[in-house]
């Protein structure tokens, strides 16, 4: 019984071609439509998770100039100095470790390769504040720091570039015009937000980079990263007012920096990572929906004729469990078939889109499933009820039906 | 005993004020090998007789016996299959399966009877050649002309050798040509094979081919009459 129904419904939906290739294709549109969305919408999520992560947490970064925006750099508001960073790591509480940056773009060579990147000039303070770890070698030693030693410690990518597989720990890069001991390897932190690479950098003794690379003792940014569970607006309003007296602002005088606090950014993203994450689900919700309908209006406008054929085939002597096991296999292979092709294109669509919008492809089985799940269901009752509905008829009635 | 008897068959439809008494109280017995047309008047019941005789449907009121069961103490499914072994229908509207070659709507109730895919095709190549569509095979009801799809439809209806042969209007949608040619067949299979004719028509042309005549009218037989001068069909070509 099980054979014949399934050779009936094969030619059955030979026989149909059109209607079941719209079927099909209304399962695929709302498979594929749900997966890649979510896809995206996890990627992009991840993407914005990695950026804040890659920002360090309880961070509060400042800047020489006022707020940040367009048009306010830090032109006239004079730099900072290694003083200032002794100054907030010891006068200040509620703080962990406080790092200064100087950043330049240089080109580094070993041997006959040559690599563009940038320098950070820093002190050890600057692993505390930016949650760099070690894969191996050391840290600067503590004269290192104060003498400006040619010393340096490089990111993955910067060791791939200039050394391939092979150990850097002790080899000399030159960088700019000096000769540079590599001390140590910084752990992969892989891609940051939107396809930054994190780890095309080189550290250095925050001495030898205003010595020999920027040629001043300017300190561009400070990094100030607080314990866990202090009070982060008190600390923000003790070191701004520390700041301005170091600075000789006057009463009533603007900040002539900027304290940025990366939590209230990671606040501000999550916000919107979480408002784009539900609009994503709602739209793949309705995309689905829209392919239900689709295979919900192909069955019901075929039933007329389904309705009638169902009379036939009661009135020859089929019974009615064969009819309905027939529609039954009908829906269900269309589904299957449909949920598939339509994994399959989320997949491909995921991939590429994945690589066009600079985010991460994750791949997720759960949604797969439940998208599968749930199209194969909406094609099976769209399919299966209006037979069954059919099937239970008198077969005059059934093929009475206009 | 005859092949078909009812005795005091009675359809009613509705309930209350509204019902409509479509056969009220009729005795009808047809003997193996007849050929009989049911006339009367639209309303008159004859299509209601047809599908309890058809075992479609079951009497208000009444016995039926079919080869001596008691179909109307049959179940849904043991009525399909006592259609499936022994009884074969031809409607006005053809009711061929849309899309669908000749081939594999001749071949469908052998399906349901579960036959391997060789034997089904020969047995429905069979009746395909029985009915003179020989080389039609692959077309679909849409390519064939009316009567054709009639022979189609007959040839389903004889592939599986039922005993009785219910016709519904058979030539209801066929001009007067292509109705005698479809009437010739089924006259031959009745006098050539054996096979009990049961035929619902208003067209006493077409009536005029069965050996014997019953007129229903309000729900009641008023008149069976034996045709003296059955039409004979021309000597056969072609029927085993």
Not at chain 1, 252 to 281: H, K, P, Y
């Amino acid at each position: 019984m099980l054979w014949n129904s399934l050779l009936l419904a094969w030619r059955s939906i030979r026989r149909n071609l059109l209607r079941s290739f719209l079927t099909v294709l209304g399962i695929v549109i709302g498979v594929s439509a749900v997966i890649t969305m979510v896809t995206l919408g996890q990627g992009a999520t991840r993407a914005v998770q990695d950026q804040i992560a890659g920002l360090g947490s309880n961070l509060l970064q400042v800047r020489p100039g006022q707020r940040l925006g367009a048009g306010m750099g830090a032109a006239g508001a004079p730099a900072f100095a290694e003083a200032d960073v002794q100054a907030i790591a010891t006068q200040l509480g509620g703080i962990r470790a406080v790092a200064p940056e100087v950043r330049r773009g240089v080109t580094v060579v070993y041997a006959a390769r040559n690599w563009s990147t940038s320098v950070t000039g820093t002190t050890n303070a600057y692993f505390e504040t930016s949650n760099w770890r070690l894969a191996a070698g050391r840290k600067f030693e503590e004269h290192e720091e104060r003498a400006g030693a040619a010393v340096c410690v490089i990111g993955a990518t910067v060791r791939r570039e200039l050394f391939g597989a092979a150990d850097p720990l002790g080899l000399q890069i030159r960088v700019k015009d000096f000769s540079c001991e590599v001390i140590g390897l910084l752990a992969s932190k892989g891609q940051g937000a939107f396809g930054m690479d994190q780890d095309d950098m080189i550290l250095l003794p925050l001495r030898t980079v205003q010595r020999r690379v920027a040629g001043s003792t300017r300190v561009n940014t400070l990094l100030v990263s607080m314990k866990e569970g202090s009070d982060a607006e008190s600390v923000k309003a003790n070191l701004t007012q520390l700041l301005r007296e170091r600075r000789h602002l006057a009463e009533g005088e603007d900040d002539n920096f900027n304290v940025l606090d990366t939590r209230q950014i990671a606040e501000t993203l999550s916000g919107t990572t979480r408002i784009m994450t539900t609009l994503l689900g709602a739209v793949a919700a309705v995309s689905l929906l829209v392919g239900g309908i689709g295979i919900m209006n192909i069955m019901l406008v075929s039933v007329t004729e389904r309705t009638r054929e169902i009379g036939v085939r009661l009135a020859i002597g089929a019974l009615e469990r064969e009819v309905l096991l027939q529609f039954l296999i009908e829906a269900v292979v269309l589904a299957a078939l449909g949920g598939l092709v339509g994994v399959a294109l989320a997949a491909i669509a995921s991939v590429v889109l994945a690589q066009v919008m600079g985010v991460p492809f994750l791949f997720n089985a759960g949604i797969n499933l439940l998208a599968l799940g749930f199209s194969a269901a909406i094609g099976v009752i769209f399919g299966y009820f209006p037979a069954r509905r059919a099937a239970q008829l008198d077969p005059i009635e059934a093929l009475r039906h206009e | 005993m005859p092949l078909i008897s009812l005795r005091g068959v009675t359809k009613v439809y509705g309930a209350g004020q509204a019902a409509l008494r479509a056969l009220d109280g009729v005795d009808l017995d047809i003997e193996a090998g007849g050929f009989v047309a049911i006339m009367g008047p639209s309303g008159s019941g004859k299509s209601t007789a047809m599908n309890i005789i058809g075992c479609l449907d079951t009497p208000t009121a009444g016995e039926y016996l079919f080869r001596d069961v008691h179909v109307e103490r049959l179940t849904r499914d043991k009525r399909a299959r006592l259609r499936r072994l022994h009884l074969g229908f031809v409607f006005q509207g053809f009711n061929l399966l849309a899309r669908t070659s000749a081939l594999e709507n001749v071949e469908l109730p052998l399906v349901y009877r579960g036959e391997g895919a060789s034997a089904r095709h020969a047995t429905a190549r069979a009746a395909l050649e029985s009915v003179g569509l020989t080389g039609w095979e692959h077309h679909t009801p849409g390519e064939l002309s009316g009567g054709q799809q009639q022979r189609v439809a007959i040839a389903r209806a004889l592939v599986t050798q039922p005993s009785v042969l219910l016709a519904d209007e058979p030539t209801g949608n066929l001009d007067t040509q292509r109705g005698r040619e479809i009437m010739e067949l089924i006259a031959r299979l009745n006098s050539e094979r054996g096979i009990t004719v049961l035929m619902v028509t208003h067209e006493s042309d077409m009536a005029a081919y069965a050996h014997r005549i019953v007129r229903f009218v309000d729900g009641r037989v008023a008149a069976d009459t034996t045709n003296p001068h059955p039409v004979e069909p021309p000597a056969t070509a072609g029927a085993a």
